[in-house]
């Protein structure tokens, strides 16, 4: 949290994101914010940089606006991967709030925007509610982090 950035896809703390990760700066830094923090956690995830690499079929738990058959329920920590109608996820966050039976979900991510705004390139780390019918994949990669 409080974490902008400075210029595109830049600034000091960006960076170090982006460089903790395995990125290069001026990346697209939604997916290197998900392995820093599931790194920082001790999580040793792959360096995904792009956000569609999350969403393999041994770690996908939810799609398509229901749960995988034989997988989880979403759950703090998952991956919730959104498409904007692109024929592949490009953009990622951390769910952080319970799944619920409710319209929307609490997630925090890199590269977006705050206030509820659902943006593609956002300019820092924000907390925002989501709505699921937005969220295009779950993944999981806490369970088995090997990709």
Same mark, same amino acid.
């Given at each position: 949290?409080?974490? $902008?950035?400075?210029? $595109?896809?830049?600034?000091?703390?960006?960076?170090?994101?982006?460089?903790?990760?395995?990125?290069?700066?001026?990346?697209?830094?939604?997916?290197?914010?998900?392995?820093?923090?599931?790194?920082?956690?001790? +999580?040793?995830?792959? $360096?995904?940089?792009?956000?569609?690499?999350?969403?393999?079929?041994?770690?996908? +738990?939810?799609?398509?606006?229901?749960?995988?058959?034989?997988?989880?329920?979403?759950?703090?920590?998952?991956?919730?991967?959104?498409?904007?109608?692109?024929?592949? +996820?490009?953009?990622?966050?951390?769910?952080?709030?319970?799944? %619920?039976?409710?319209?929307?979900?609490?997630?925090?991510? %890199?590269?977006?925007?705050?206030?509820?705004?659902?943006?593609?390139?956002?300019?820092?780390?924000?907390?925002?509610?989501?709505?699921?019918?937005?969220?295009?994949?779950?993944?999981?990669?806490?369970?088995?982090?090997?990709?």
């Amino acid at each position: 949290m409080g974490i $902008r950035e400075v210029g $595109r896809n830049a600034g000091a703390a960006v960076e170090r994101i982006i460089r903790y990760a395995g990125g290069r700066v001026e990346d697209a830094w939604c997916s290197w914010t998900i392995v820093y923090e599931m790194r920082k956690a001790g +999580i040793m995830v792959p $360096r995904l940089g792009k956000a569609r690499s999350w969403f393999d079929k041994v770690h996908t +738990i939810w799609r398509a606006g229901a749960q995988v058959a034989g997988q989880p329920s979403p759950r703090p920590g998952d991956v919730l991967g959104f498409s904007w109608g692109n024929p592949h +996820i490009a953009h990622v966050e951390l769910l952080v709030g319970a799944w %619920g039976t409710g319209p929307s979900v609490r997630s925090v991510g %890199g590269n977006t925007g705050g206030g509820g705004a659902l943006q593609r390139e956002g300019e820092g780390v924000y907390v925002n509610w989501r709505l699921k019918r937005l969220v295009t994949a779950v993944a999981n990669p806490i369970d088995n982090p090997r990709y």
